[in-house]
């Protein structure tokens, strides 16, 4: 029977051993390398996101980069205050160039925005219909911005005409006209 105890014994011990090992080693591990593996699939999936956004950085740096290059580009198109004359000297050039009288030139209120004044000015021109046409597009190419605003054109012997435009021809118009120049007031203080 010490034979039979000994070799129940020997066999309890080696079903204890690996038993003991997968209770007290390899369940404590597994279960540590199932935390450090969703642990890395968590860290692999915040990679990849962060991966995603410096994308969307570099894409957004590209795009302010361009968006400052056209903002600079847009305040060149804009004068200073000493700019303006300039503008109005090239204004009353296509008008010459184009055989255009400028009848009135009137400067109004001046309007006051963010970035930039506007100065809004009553202007009446005469002349041939497609001199005026050529003015405006002369105007539009210029290299600072200007908008034009309640343009009107009227033919001579209308009833719409005021007096003094009785020396138009048959093939001259008027046109009424509010041109407006854009300026920026910063620049004149950074000049100084």
């Not at 105890?5 to 080693?25: D, E, H, K, T």
């Amino acid at each position: 029977m010490n034979h039979t105890i000994r070799q129940i014994a020997f066999f309890a011990v080696l079903l204890a051993v690996p038993l003991g090992a997968w209770a007290f080693v390899f369940r404590p591990r597994n279960s540590e390398i199932d935390m450090a593996r969703a642990d890395v699939d968590l860290k692999l999936t915040q990679l990849e996101e962060l991966r995603e956004v410096e994308t969307i950085n570099e894409d957004l740096e590209t795009t302010l980069h361009h968006l400052e290059g056209a903002l600079a580009e847009l305040r060149a198109r804009i004068p200073d205050a000493a700019g303006i004359e300039d503008v109005l000297r090239r204004i009353a050039e296509i008008t010459q160039e184009n055989r255009l009288v400028v009848r009135s030139f009137k400067r109004e209120k001046t309007v006051s925005a963010a970035h930039y004044i506007e100065l809004p000015m009553k202007t009446v021109i005469e002349g041939p219909y497609h001199g005026i046409h050529r003015f405006l597009i002369d105007l539009e190419s210029m290299p600072r911005i200007t908008r034009i605003l309640d343009m009107t054109i009227e033919k001579p012997n209308t009833n719409k005409m005021t007096r003094g435009t009785s020396g138009l021809s048959s093939g001259e118009v008027r046109a009424e006209m509010t041109i407006t120049i854009y300026a920026d007031p910063d620049k004149q203080e950074d000049q100084q």
